[in-house]
């Protein structure tokens, strides 16, 4: 092993690039432009490997997720950026899964981090609603649930046949995320914290989240918790989204709901996930796919990916530098300077281009924490 490629040598932060397809491609080098301009901004020393694992090399040599790649991510970098997956040449979308889904699962990525912030009034479809309002952070469990691909089709293509998916939900892994969920809140002195389930008609798998709620709670006497059934919280979510601060829930009504907020706040063009692993390496990533008409065509939006790149410098430890980033991308919002489906009349390339030159010229201050 080369030492120079063990992360975190010489303060250096190493980070795995996988822009993947259709517009994963033309959103990660916007996203990589600003990393590379907020790092000069500050000074410090960022480290982009770029990895070609996406449908044209699965095409090209059948390689989806090359042998021992989580390994090696674990072992040589801080972070992994991904732009998205998904080819119309390949159906079976057998490359994507391996990668996204192999990845999320060998790297143990427990965590689904979903922040909902409406960056300026007129992006949301709610009457009278404003910045003040939309601001939370949805944690869904990433490893779990109905998404486990346990179960089994039996007596296919009859009229008898029988479908069964298996919804996994362990005491360690319900406990983890809420756990994480407590955690986040307390260190960013938010207050309120709420866990969502259908604990009154899923009696066995959801009641054990009820249980252990209950009992993490406990130990987090100065945050505010609060439970809504899913279907109560959907309707919540659009008529006073200002309650919430943190939400936490399964695989399945996280995914789902976390849609739902990406929509309030401006829709996937501005909408940023990160899988996370506390202990060890962590991807992040745009909530959108790879929107494949709009390839190469220099009009997707780079916000989300640009917006998950700064919530992978916050998750380092760069946190003036992921407001820095932030503030700009606030700015582009403000001020229009963005494609067209935000109002704007820029290609993705002159997003990228008026973001970097905006940090290049206010610099990176220190972030003032709020008491
Ligand atoms: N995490 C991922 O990599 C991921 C997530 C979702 C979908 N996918 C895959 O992406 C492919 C396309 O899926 P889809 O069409 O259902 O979803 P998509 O998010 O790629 O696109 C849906 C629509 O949203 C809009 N959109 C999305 N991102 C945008 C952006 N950055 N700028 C401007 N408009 C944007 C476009 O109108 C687009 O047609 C499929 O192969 C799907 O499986 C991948």
Redesign the pocket.
């Known amino acids: 092993m080369n030492p120079a490629k063990l992360k975190g040598a010489n303060g250096i932060k190493r980070i795995a690039v996988i822009p ?1 397809d ?3 491609v033309d ?1 990660t080098a916007e996203a990589t432009k600003v990393l590379r301009a907020v790092a000069a901004a500050a000074g410090r020393s960022l480290e982009l490997v770029e990895f070609d694992w996406g449908a044209d090399r699965y095409l090209r040599d059948g390689v989806t997720l090359p042998q021992g790649a989580e390994e090696m991510l674990r072992r040589e970098f801080d972070a992994i950026l ?1 732009g ?4 119309p040449r390949v159906p079976s ?1 057998k490359h ?1 899964a391996d990668i ?1 889904l192999g990845l999320r699962f060998k790297l143990d990525l427990f965590v689904n981090a979903r922040p909902i912030e409406l960056l300026d009034t007129a992006l949301t479809p709610l009457r009278d609603r404003t910045e003040r309002d939309i601001h939370f952070i949805v944690f869904r469990e990433n490893t779990e649930g109905l998404y486990v691909g346990m179960g089994g089709i039996f007596k296919k293509g009859t009229p008898d046949e029988i479908a069964i998916q298996e919804d996994v939900n362990t005491r360690k892994g319900v406990e983890r995320i809420i756990r994480y969920a407590f955690e986040y809140a307390r260190q960013h002195q938010l207050r309120r914290l709420c866990m969502s389930d259908k604990s009154n008609a899923l009696t066995y798998g959801h009641d054990l989240w009820q249980r252990v709620f209950a009992q993490v709670k406990e130990e987090y006497a100065d945050i505010e918790s609060s439970h809504w059934y899913i279907d109560a919280l959907a309707m919540q979510m659009v008529k006073d989204p200002g309650q919430f601060q943190v939400i936490v829930t399964c695989n399945m009504f996280g995914d789902i709901i976390s849609d739902l907020g990406a929509q309030l706040a401006g829709g ?2 501005l909408a940023p996930s990160g899988n996370i692993n506390p202990e060890s390496v962590s991807l992040f ?10 390839a190469g065509k220099n ?4 916000l ?1 990916a640009i917006l998950a790149a700064s919530m992978m410098l916050d998750h380092l430890g760069w946190a003036d530098e992921a407001a820095a980033i932030n503030a700009a991308v606030r700015a582009s919002v403000r001020e229009k300077q963005t ?1 067209p ?1 935000l109002g704007g009349s820029l290609g993705t390339r002159e997003v990228g281009d008026w973001l970097a030159n905006q940090i290049s010229k206010q610099g990176v201050a220190p972030v003032r924490v709020q008491q």
Do not use: C, F, Q, R
């Open positions: 993947g259709g517009i994963g959103v991904v998205a997956l998904g080819d979308m994507a996204l996937m063009g990533e745009p909530v959108h796919g790879s929107a494949p008409k709009y009009i997707a939006n780079p989300a494609t489906d």
